[in-house]
């Protein structure tokens, strides 16, 4: 997202159509996820994931990811997001026009060569060969190039993961070209104190200015504690997903992603800026229900409802 003057803004990036449609099994159909972006967009989300550039065959929820992407260049004022898991589809993001690319690195070896099958020496070739072709670009079509540091926070592989290997992927990304890093908490294994320790610590290493975002699963219902503790290690972007779609195959109840409505009613209650017209955050939600039938979505501000007052003085503030 562009710099912002405004000090108290923070930028929830919604993952929802990468993170959450990945993780269920129905397809939405291309012309839903379209009404929902632009809704997305019109209620005030600033960054949407809008899909994943992987093969049809592992991913045929994300098939149409260029698509998406052609259509969300047609939105104005959103910054339009997708995932690469290697060298051919950050060639297809680039080639769609994304205005930003992050590639996943699993902190976890064995994570890494289960999913992609590939050793960090080979995913970080792959970082240096993408860094070059963004480099290519034009610079006002350039889009930024983000290393997502996976399973951070734990792995359901391997278990502990100690943190200077993240710290030292998170300077290898650096050196590899990347223009930032972020922390995922991908298994959902993070606590606060940990989100606190590790986020200080990957900014020292590479810059605080190169590590503002993180990616929280509410696996163990500690997503919106986890935010908190990076919001005030001075985090900047937080990732969630409307009605905190996708949900976890090892957790039943738990939603997957940390739902986008809930974050933006604390951020909002906080006194933060997001932009989000929460009244119009959860109207999207229809969308869903509509395309999706059956899936389930969570959220608490959803089903409670705004606090009396509450949008009226969100009005005012803005
Ligand atoms: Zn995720």
Known sequence: ??????????????????????????????????????????????????????????????????????????????????????????????????????????????????NVNRTHAQMLEAVKTIAEMVQQVSEEDRPSFEGGLSTAFGCTIEGHVPEKKVLSLAEALMEAGCDEVGLSDTTGYANPAQVKTLLRETRRVVGAENCTGVHLHNTRGLGLANALAALEEGATTIDASQGGLGGCPFAPGASGNIVTEDLAFMLEAMGYNTGIDLDALMACRSILTDSIPGVELFGFTPDAGLPLGFAKRQAEAA
Request: charged share 25%; glycine share 6%.
């Open 1 to 114: 997202m562009a710099a912002t003057k405004d000090d108290n803004f923070i930028l929830i990036s919604e993952v929802g159509p990468r993170d959450g449609l990945q993780n269920i099994k129905q397809i939405m159909p291309t012309e839903a996820k379209k009404r929902w972006i632009a809704a997305l967009a019109a209620a005030g989300v600033k960054e949407i994931e809008v899909g994943s550039f992987v093969p049809a065959k592992i991913l045929p929820q994300l098939a149409d990811t260029a698509e998406i992407v052609e259509f969300a260049r047609t939105i104005p004022g959103i910054e339009i997001a997708v995932l690469v898991p290697n060298v051919r589809g950050a060639e297809n993001a680039i080639k769609a026009g994304a205005h930003k690319i992050t590639i996943p690195l699993s902190v976890s070896e064995t994570h890494s060569l289960k």
